[in-house]
């Protein structure tokens, strides 16, 4: 066989190479352990991917970049944007695979040469990625394009019972030259008229239009967040993601609903959702937010408390939660519900014309499950 670099071509995938694309994919997943299990993306990716190949093309929010030996791809790189403004310039490489005889043949730097190009072209101004430690091959390529470690996530991934530790690692495209924005310490709002003590409860589809005022509030109020007000979801949007929500296992949502002169209003929610991943699905991604006016109520703790016992039911051995290092609430919060800074991207994003680093913290959960406040059916 010949493994010459001239015999390649590098392109994006466009919605007719998916047969082929998943075909590689389950074929490069039996020849590494640092992907995905052999056999997963037909199970749970491939229904769909056509038409978000389509999406990404249309919307500029992602591609895939194939590398092929005539017509037989022989490697792929898979990379996605964030999904607000003030993301949209961190694309995340999520997947890159080679056939075993192709590597060592410069395939994934023709990857990474094409999809930086792509990147650039985009206005993007950072490329992050995460890496198995052990993967000296990908680190090896990693480094030689300019990737630099931002921390360890530890036990990111577990392989056939073994635990794994990942390196975050990240590709500066284009600095910023605005200055920092300053720490900040959003303390709780005085207002005039406090709602009532709040009781938990699922939310519910019927929920959509109070979730959007509480969103909208909250995002009026605390200008340290990476989503912003016209990003919103409509309520029948929001309806669609409850609905999902309710049918899945794998995510959790808790409201806390008060009384008010205006009627009933949510002033506090949690959310988690598990890793899709088998390997990584003993973690999950976990979010609390409360309105400033109700601050320092316990209603995040209570909020908090509920969500880490589902996770504890799930058998999950961690918990992730992101902050912008500049929003000192939020870290502050984070660290006193148990969680510690696993990694820290430096100018992550701009807030205003200003940069703002992002932490990954992590919570480790161990046996036992703490004391949490009792979830109400209010109807």
């Excluded at 030996?69 to 990379?79: D, T």
């Excluded at 899945?248 to 959310?271: I, K, N, T, W």
């Excluded at 609430?329 to 820290?344: D, I, K, M, N, P």
Aim: net charge positive; aromatic share 8%.
């Amino acid at each position: 066989m010949t493994t010459t670099q001239e015999t390649l071509i590098i392109r994006q995938a466009v919605p007719a190479d998916v047969p082929a694309l998943a075909t590689a994919i389950g074929r490069i997943d039996e020849e590494t352990q640092f992907l995905g299990k052999p056999g997963e993306f037909h199970a749970r990716w491939a229904k769909g991917f056509a038409d978000r190949l389509r999406a990404f093309a249309e919307k500029g929010t992602g591609a895939y970049v194939l590398a092929l030996n005539r017509s037989e791809i022989v490697g792929f790189l898979g990379a996605f944007a964030g999904p607000f403004e003030r993301t949209r310039g961190v694309i995340y490489i999520a997947h890159v695979g080679i056939r075993e005889a192709w590597r060592g043949h410069g395939v994934g730097t023709k990857l990474f040469v094409a999809i930086e190009d792509w990147a650039r072209a985009q206005g993007a101004w950072r490329l992050d990625l995460r890496v198995d430690e052990e993967n000296a091959r990908g680190l090896a390529l990693y480094h030689k394009r300019g990737f630099v470690s931002e921390g360890r996530i530890v036990d990111g991934a577990n392989i056939e019972g073994d635990w794994r530790n990942h390196l975050l690692m990240a590709k500066v495209l284009q600095p910023f030259a605005e200055p920092a924005w300053p720490p900040t310490d959003l303390l709780p709002s005085a207002s005039p008229v406090r709602p009532s003590a709040p009781v938990f409860c699922r939310p519910q589809v019927e929920d959509a239009a109070m979730l959007r005022r509480f969103e909208l509030a909250l995002l009026r109020e605390i200008p340290l967040l990476l989503k912003q007000a016209d990003e919103v979801l409509d309520e029948a949007g929001i309806a669609k993601m409850l609905a999902e929500d309710l049918a899945h296992a794998d995510r959790f949502a808790l409201a806390a609903v008060a009384a008010s002169p205006a009627g009933e209003e949510v002033v506090g929610y949690a959310s988690a959702w598990r890793e899709p991943s088998s390997r990584m699905h003993h973690d999950a991604y976990l979010n609390v937010a409360v309105r400033r006016d109700c601050g320092g109520r316990g209603i995040g703790q209570d909020l908090a408390a509920q969500a880490e016992a589902w996770a504890r039911a799930q058998g999950l051995r961690r918990l992730t939660a992101f902050a912008l290092a500049q929003n000192t609430r939020s870290v502050r919060f984070a660290t006193a519900l148990g969680f510690r800074q696993e990694t820290l991207s430096r100018n992550f994003t701009l807030v205003d014309g200003r940069t703002v680093d992002r932490l990954r913290m992590v919570k480790r959960l161990g046996e036992g499950s703490p004391g949490s406040p009792a979830v109400t059916d209010r109807r």
